[in-house]
């Protein structure tokens, strides 16, 4: 006689799966058929790059463990990026862990700082994967609603809260923070003794003549900053998953333990490609990235003129788009449009409770024709389930 069977975590129970990346697993599975589908639901840009060729790398021993911090001439390479083009100081050797993507790094963060019940203040709208990753930490997302600035951030904070994570620029409204949105929340670091962490994934993709403001600058001495980053954005390599963390000592030297312990190195082969072709590879690119930046604000200033209105943004490939006065809301709305159009986007309860009246559009992956075409589309949906609007009556005589 069998016993009953072992039952999973009710923790994880409770945790869907990532929105966004169960979105498009349909879609793999739907174009697996043969369907032809309209992708605007991607978190990713598709760029022309070159196959790599492996038989030139000269880092030793390409098949075997790396240290578990990274291999050094990435360390160093990451590092002298962010000192030249962010003026923020990093020590490759003490300051810095190169992991297997950045939502490792990520969660292995908030794994070292987090204790059974501690808080961390999350924007809205913000990367589906935050909540998701506090809870699995054991600890308490607090969300803040896409309309409250940053300047009442504040009022969120609690005895137990322990961190604030942002996006920035931000998936996926393409918002980038102000300097003084930034001032703003170091100084609620300090003044109640919080970690700042900071997703830098697409800091590359801003509009030309635009600069970035790394978070990591105004805290040089990374008193509460824990930077994120990605090469798998800005060097079109999603599937390689390479990210790293830039932190102080004393927090570097926790998530080491917990790199070690679940992926011991990020991909020493992938890693040491990168490390040889670094400079080449942003000389490929950023002009892509220009061009799909450009795209982005495009599309979004197509959007305005057609009556469709996105959350402020100029950064990154993605739109948050409103559904108006549509009948759908964002999960109606997404599937209705990829069953009757063969057009994929994101709902946007994905990144937060008030976001549910919007999608996520990403304009990365697709040729500007099919874009064009599927933005259409996402128009016409709004309009055909906006219901008419009724003549106003005559009012008293």
């Given amino acids: ?164 994570i942002i996006n920035n620029p931000n998936n996926p409204s393409g918002h980038v923070y102000t300097r003084a949105e930034l001032e703003h929340l170091h100084e609620l670091a300090d003044r109640h003794g919080l970690l700042l962490i900071v997703d830098e994934a697409y800091n590359e993709f801003m509009p030309p003549g635009t600069g970035f403001l790394a978070a990591g600058a105004l805290d040089p001495d990374k008193e509460h900053t824990v930077t994120v980053n990605s090469m798998s954005k800005n060097y079109g390599v999603s599937g390689w998953r390479i990210g790293y963390l830039i932190a102080d000592q004393r927090l570097t030297d926790e998530v080491l333990k917990i790199n070690q312990h679940l992926v011991t190195c990020a991909p020493t082969l992938l890693a040491a490609y990168l490390a040889e072709h670094f400079d080449d590879l942003l000389d490929i690119t950023r002009p892509q990235i220009r061009r799909t930046v450009a795209l982005r604000n495009r599309v979004g200033a197509w959007f305005a003129d057609n009556g469709i209105d996105t959350l402020p943004g100029t950064s990154t490939f993605y739109l948050f788009a409103s559904l108006g006065d549509s009948t759908l809301d964002s999960t109606g709305f997404a599937g209705r449009l990829l069953k009757e159009n063969a057009i994929s986007v994101v709902p946007g309860i994905g990144y937060g409770d008030s976001c549910d009246r919007y999608i996520r559009v990403s304009v990365g992956s697709e040729s500007e024709d099919r874009v064009t075409r599927g933005v259409t589309a996402i128009r016409d949906l709004v309009e055909a389930t906006t219901p008419a609007r009724l003549p106003a009556r005559p009012g008293p005589a």
């Fill in 1 to 164: 006689m069998r016993g009953e069977r072992p039952r999973t975590s009710l923790l994880m129970e409770d945790i869907g799966q990532a929105l966004s990346v169960q979105y498009n697993n349909l879609v793999y599975d739907m174009k697996a058929t043969g369907q032809d589908i309209i992708t605007l639901s991607l978190g990713e840009a598709f760029f022309d790059l070159p196959l790599p060729e492996f038989g030139g790398l000269t880092t030793p021993a390409l098949h075997h463990y790396s240290h578990s911090r990274g291999v050094p001439e990435l360390r160093r390479l990451l590092a002298k990026y962010y000192e030249t083009k962010f003026a923020l100081p990093v020590d490759p050797d003490t300051e810095m862990i190169v992991t297997a993507g950045s939502k490792a790094a990520i969660y292995m963060t908030l794994m070292a700082v987090l204790d059974p019940g501690d808080q961390v203040i999350v924007p809205e709208p913000y990367w589906l994967s935050y909540p998701a990753q506090i809870r699995m930490c054991r600890g308490e997302p607090v969300m803040v609603p896409h309309d409250v600035p940053v300047l009442d951030f504040e009022r969120f904070v609690t005895a137990r809260t322990r961190a604030v």
